[in-house]
């Protein structure tokens, strides 16, 4: 069965720190992986995308890892801002005929930044 | 630049009124697009797609339908609202050829 599982569901830090999301997947065939921020009550924006040859990729203060053997993907943000708090979206996609992609999405971490 | 609109932002509704949320695209052409339901601490959950104007497909059973009647216009729409149809509801679209999705701000429906 096709699924993404996201940890941990939400997560406090304070201002400044780093902090580090995990997302495992079974999926196949797997074509990408996709970091998506969800800001309260607004659409996913995408952060990163990884292929199945890429390990690393940097966007900013977020560096996303990607381990295609053990199927596993982290997120990464660096001296977080208030401005972080968001819930993070893990998305795998597999590649369907007709030009169809299947997206399989985690149900997300709620990441909290305080003062 | 493509972008993308969803309206309306906030909808409460009565159980059994209709429902009709629209999505349009601007800036490309022959998009797929998706609707998917979002609900609390879960993943979203992909209702609708369509690869062409008329063309929907289903991925789950449910209350609700999907039209395309125009090649970059999604509709989402139900005749008699339950409760359980409550939810943040998003429409997507993909260019044709990119492997990225592009989401709208959301519509937040409460069936009351």
Redesign the interface.
Same mark, same amino acid.
């Given at each position: 069965k096709n699924q993404?599982e996201q940890s941990p569901?939400s997560l406090i830090i304070l201002e400044g720190k780093n902090c580090t999301l995990q997302c495992n997947y079974t999926v196949s065939p797997f &074509? /990408?992986l !996709?970091w998506y921020k969800q800001d309260t @009550? !607004? =659409?996913?924006? &995408?952060l990163t %995308?990884m292929t199945f040859s890429e390990n690393t990729k940097s966007n900013g203060r977020y560096t996303a890892t990607l381990d295609a053997d053990t199927k596993q993907s982290s997120l990464h943000i660096t001296a977080s801002q208030l401005s972080d708090s968001a819930s993070y %979206?893990c998305?795998v996609?597999s590649y369907f005929s @007709? =030009?169809? /992609?299947k997206? %399989?999405? =985690?149900? =997300?971490t709620r990441l909290a930044v305080h003062p | 630049s493509q972008t993308i609109h969803q309206w309306p932002a906030t909808l409460v509704q009565p159980v059994g009124s209709p429902l009709s949320l629209e999505c349009t695209v601007e800036g490309t052409s022959n998009p797929n697009l998706y609707w998917y339901r979002q609900a609390a601490g879960r993943g979203l959950q992909l209702l609708f797609y369509s690869v062409g104007i008329g063309q929907i497909s289903s991925e789950v059973p449910q209350n609700l339908s999907a039209s395309r009647p125009q090649d970059r216009q999604f509709i989402l729409s139900s005749k008699k609202l339950l409760l359980s149809d409550s939810g943040f509801y998003l429409c997507a679209f993909q260019r044709s050829g990119a492997n990225v999705l592009t989401f709208g701000a959301g519509s937040r429906l409460t069936v009351l």
């Open positions: 993404v569901q &074509s /990408n !996709r @009550g !607004r =659409g996913p924006v &995408s %995308i %979206i998305v996609t @007709g =030009g169809y /992609n997206l %399989i999405f =985690g149900a =997300g | -």
